[in-house]
């Protein structure tokens, strides 16, 4: 196995894991100023994005792909189902499950600020060409998709949206 970091050279400046949580960070900070002048948060979008592309049915699975407390998870669900942005079903196969839906005024909301997040995603790569953002995808999926198949790891993880 090739090694490309060592003992006694490793810095926190230099990993991957610290690059790729602080991209995300930053650009997390940037959606959520986006977003204040919509009356949505970061989480309550990703939320509804996750049912809107189908990574997602059930608050659990929600919970599990970002990573999030499945308590909080279920008062940010609260709060859009109160807004009347998803709905609560039971599930046909299995009535213990709750499955969510997105509401139409749910689609027309998570829709609408699709364009904000585009184009902070476009002004973060304004300094890469097309090649080298296609790239970064390509290899950050292959990280995503490698560390996934760790032994323990949820190969069935919804991956973020952002």
């Not at 977003?35 to 608050?59: C, K, S």
């Not at 997105?102 to 998570?110: H, M, P, Q, R, S």
Request: net charge negative.
């Amino acid at each position: 196995m090739l090694k490309f970091y060592t003992s006694e050279t490793y810095g926190v400046r230099d990993s991957i894991g610290y690059l790729v949580r602080r991209a995300s960070s930053l650009l997390t900070g940037h959606v959520e100023d986006a977003f204040a002048e919509h009356d949505i948060t970061f989480a309550q979008w990703l939320v509804m994005m996750y049912l809107r592309d189908g990574l997602a049915t059930t608050a659990a699975e929600i919970a599990r792909g970002m990573c999030h407390d499945s308590g909080a998870l279920t008062r940010v669900v609260d709060q859009l189902a109160g807004r009347g942005l998803i709905e609560r079903h039971r599930s046909i196969e299995d009535r213990r499950i709750v499955e969510l839906k997105l509401t139409d005024a749910g689609i027309a909301t998570v829709n609408g600020l699709v364009p904000t997040v585009v184009g902070l995603l476009n002004a973060a790569l304004s300094d890469f060409t097309t090649e080298e953002a296609a790239t970064l995808t390509r290899l950050l999926t292959k990280l995503v998709n490698h560390v996934s198949a760790y032994p323990g790891a949820d190969a069935e993880q919804p991956e973020s949206v952002i």
